[in-house]
């Protein structure tokens, strides 16, 4: 028990420095396409309005942090004997830190009159609000449209880092038409990123970086490409089948596209694939593998809505087949005029030493999933053992272990694991004040009655995490509303698996969808392509997809058949 709450309360430390990191770094999760179509003048007003928010959201925090610490302070935590507080700290010196770096960028990035403009213009907001007050007390449910739909997208599209936006919306709304003590943001966000589950989200992103570093992922690519290189689009067979299995190891979807996309890309513009090609099906690829587990994206939602881990890891791996057969179709259609002269079958010997080499690469996915699923050890453990897998393969077996880059290694990964964890924290605290405000009785009683039952549910479904897959990014789409929409789809009669499948596929369409979802452009920056040249490509790939994604809503067999 006691390394349990020590895991738990060094994990919190590790992801508000991280968050700290990743607002110095510019790491956090926000929507650039709309502030970079702006001219040079305009665009450097927004990154001063959006680092103004950043510093309000972290002194709104602050205070109620330091509060709750003290609150905590009597508290002993029951195995290691020590006061509650080393638990909440991390809010309280997080926040601190955040405060003085975005201050310092308003220093740096900012001119006077810039700064003044800026500073007049959310003064001027916050005038109208407080001076409204009387009035939104008793707007009720309106209040949710002013405060999580309107204060939201406008700064979201202002390039306000989401979980910013999240938490001066929260603020707003609580502390503008509501009389709840603004103590409960904090606690509800601490809540929020102190599932013991998510301490699985830094050590698999750990993991997919070794893979990379260690020669791993290349042994399994050079396989592939050694079974199928040799047939017309085989390289596009080989980069999805690369995806389906390094997305099994891994879990992180930047990881995946970065250990593929420099071993395969080179070979395939030798073979006259133009670029915007290439990252069209890498993006989908990434699109598809969303439910490989073990998926960041699959330990987040199980984390929020108390779906079985083992199982959501489980239904993920047939839907994922069915959309890569239907981006592989896609892929043979676009390559039937292929020159394939000069590419001879390779000689069995040569596929089986291939085989040989890449055989502790392969066998690593089997035996995360077969831990996981069997309960010999859970997603956090497992993804410690595959830790520890790939470092002995690195060292003895490949002999690619470049210790320069450990170090930068583990502060990207604190950095990614920050920014993740602080949009869990402030969109559970937004889920609750939903929750509370009545919108999701009502929500749960509109939808339990919709036209279509089952059908019209995932019809909507689809259609909303589509919207918010490009707009809000997967992560924070399904932590705000998987609480919401799960229970509800019980009513209605929706495996809680099948649903979850059908939400995460649909998030990920959105999410590298151009010209919004911003994993389009991930995917853009990895390959070293320019966005443009992918537009008019991926639309094909993108169509596969959804026609892939209804047949899993249709058939539900395909991901509990085998729960």
Sequence with gaps: VWSDELAAVMFLW??????????????????TVLVNLANPALRAWLETVSAMVVALVVLLILYPAFEYTLDEMPITLPALDISGAWRTAPLVFGTALMLVISLLQLCERATPRGLITAIAFVGAVAVVLIAARPMLLGLGHYNLLIFFVAMVSACIAMGVPIAFAFGIATYAYLGLSTHVPLTVVVS????GMAHLILLSVPLFIVLGYLIEMTGMARAMVNFLAALLG??????SYVLLGAVYLVSGISGAKAADMAAVAPVLFPEMRRRGEKP???????????????TIPPSLVLITIGSVTDVSIAALFTGGLLPALILAVALGVVARMRARHQDMTGFERPRAAQIGRAFVVALPALLLPFVIRAAVVEGVATATEVSTIGIVYAVICGLFVYRQFDWRRLYP??????????????????????AWALTQSGFSRDLTAAMANMPGG?????????VAFIILGAVLEGIPALVLFAPLLFPIARIVGIHEVHYAMVVILAMGIGLFAPPIGVGYYAACAIGRVDPDEGMRPILPYLAALFVGLLIVAAFPWLSIGFL
Excluded: P
Aim: proline share 0%; net charge positive.
């Design 276 to 290: 915007g090609e290439l990252v069209a099906l890498l993006s989908t690829s990434a699109a598809m593998s969303e």
């Design 188 to 191: 509800r966000a601490q809540e």
């Design 454 to 462: 089952k059908v019209g549910f995932l019809a909507v479904s689809i």
């Design 409 to 430: 290694m583990l502060i990207d990964t604190a950095t990614l694991t920050g920014a993740i964890l602080l949009i869990i924290g402030t969109a559970t605290a937004m």
């Design 230 to 235: 040799h047939v017309r689009a085989g390289l």
């Design 14 to 31: 590790l992801a508000m420095l991280g968050a700290v990191i990743a607002l110095r770094r510019s790491g956090h999760m926000r929507l």
